[in-house]
């Protein structure tokens, strides 16, 4: 029996048991409540518990006492949670302003010119999220080690002296952004190419003909017109950062 017959007997029997793949809302509501109650399960479950745990003073072993908001009491009060969570605001927007930024750009180089190999420069730009996140850690680790990376191997042969890049308070939150920015600067890069494809090109002949260079049509143009669409997306990247990063 051939993929066509197949096909055939199967939207038959679904005639014949009234089932239209068009237009069945009860079927279509209980796919997609299905996976999302047993995903929230999970989180709800998950965030329950770990604010219950929160109301005690456990050790991990033996009895637990309950202090009631005292454990949040301290934290509060604890400097080095104020900066961390501060540093990390800072993280998420510093490296969200490059992402979107450079993913703009590299968006608008490969929709507005035309030149070869624009296929090889999608892949290659987006090659870096689908790394895993340990990876990626560990390669910049090779570059920026104050002992054995690969600068300060390269300053020592010009006759510099190494730079504590990760351990210094004055290089370590820049050298902490490029990692991120680098891995997902493709992600950006791919939602702004996507959204600027949607442009009707006679928009973009139309202000070709009033003489906008550039600069122009990428403000005036590209980006008014699929803005709603790239920060729909990147706010809900954006969301995600700062769950990950928190």
């Known amino acids: 029996m051939s993929i066509v017959d197949i096909r055939g007997y199967g939207m038959y029997k679904m005639k014949r048991k009234g089932i239209s793949r068009r237009n069945n809302p009860l079927l279509s509501f209980l796919l997609m ?19 219950s745990l929160s109301l005690f003073e456990w050790s991990g072993f033996g009895e637990r006492t309950f ?3 005292d454990n949040f009491i301290k934290l509060f009060n604890d ?6 969570i501060r540093n990390m605001f800072i993280f998420t927007i510093v490296t969200m302003i490059f992402q979107v930024g450079m993913g703009i750009i590299l968006a608008y180089l490969l929709t507005d010119f035309k030149f070869k190999g624009k296929g090889f420069f999608k892949t290659v730009l987006f090659l870096p999220v689908i790394i895993s996140n340990v990876a990626v850690a560990l390669y910049f680790i090779q570059i920026f080690d104050y002992r054995y990376g690969l600068l300060n191997y390269f ?9 504590n890049l990760l351990g210094s308070g004055n290089y370590a939150f820049i050298f902490a952004v490029l990692p991120q920015t680098w891995q997902y600067v493709g992600l950006m890069f791919i939602i ?9 090109k006679d928009y973009i002949d139309a202000a070709k003909m009033d003489g906008f260079n550039s600069f122009q049509r990428l403000i005036y143009v590209y980006i008014p017109v699929s803005w709603s669409i790239y920060l729909s997306s990147s706010s809900n990247i954006c969301s995600y950062f700062f769950q990950t990063n928190c």
């Not at 409540?33 to 604010?51: C, D, E, H, L, R």
Request: no cysteine; net charge positive; hydrophobic share 55%.
């Open 79 to 84: 400097y080095r949670f104020i900066y961390s």
């Open 155 to 163: 300053l020592t042969h010009i006759g510099l002296e190494r730079v």
């Open 33 to 51: 409540v299905g996976p999302i109650i047993i995903v929230y399960m999970f989180i709800i479950v998950a965030i329950t518990k770990t604010f």
């Open 192 to 200: 702004a190419f996507t959204s600027f494809s949607t442009v009707s």
């Open 67 to 69: 202090v009631m908001f």
